[in-house]
């Protein structure tokens, strides 16, 4: 599963998951309600950008 990373250098890795914002280890990226923001920033999940 590929990590994402938000503008502020935060990685969400799947294997993590964010268990405080209520995201499961195991969740991959795209099944990630639309709703869900960065937990460091709160930036939108649309500004994360795959980590190569």
Request: hydrophobic share 30%; glycine share 12%; charged share 30%.
């Amino acid at each position: 599963m590929d990590k994402y990373e938000c503008l502020c250098g935060y990685v969400y890795d799947p294997e993590l998951g964010d268990p405080d914002g209520g995201i499961a280890p195991g969740t991959p990226f795209e099944d990630i309600p639309d709703d869900w923001v960065c937990p460091v920033c709160g930036a939108s999940k649309d500004v994360f950008e795959k980590v190569q």
